[in-house]
């Protein structure tokens, strides 16, 4: 059974930073790809980075420069460093993972709500 587990959402003022994590159990992250998605009210989930088992990222254009993902593998933990928040990154945002050679990501966290204020 795999569970993912996010933290470190919060309230934080435009130009701040959170750091988000997200422990994983019953999947080793090193082997799999795992990215960080999010959700504001009334619009759709998408992507906002992803790493994969050999280290490559990919990130949503509106956070490049701004945002870093990582992977502790010893600790099996993903990381979301946000800096420069504004007030359109406010939403609600998820880990989740996926086997390599599949495009749709199987196990997801339940979620962690990240409001920037104006």
């Known amino acids: 059974q795999v569970q993912l587990v996010e933290s470190g959402g919060g309230l934080v003022q435009a130009g701040g930073s959170l750091r988000l994590s997200c422990a994983a159990s019953?999947?080793?992250?090193?082997?799999?790809?795992v990215g960080w998605f999010r959700q504001a009210p009334g619009k759709e989930r998408g992507l906002v980075a992803r790493i994969s088992s050999d280290g490559g990222t990919v990130y949503a254009d509106s956070v490049k420069g701004r945002f870093t993902i990582s992977r502790d593998n010893a600790k099996n933990t993903l990381y979301l460093q946000m800096h420069s928040l504004r007030p359109e990154d406010t939403a609600v945002y998820y880990c989740a993972t996926r086997v390599i050679w599949k495009s749709v990501y199987d196990y997801w966290g339940q979620g962690t709500q990240v409001t920037v204020s104006s």
């Open positions: 019953g999947r080793a992250f090193s082997s799999y790809v």
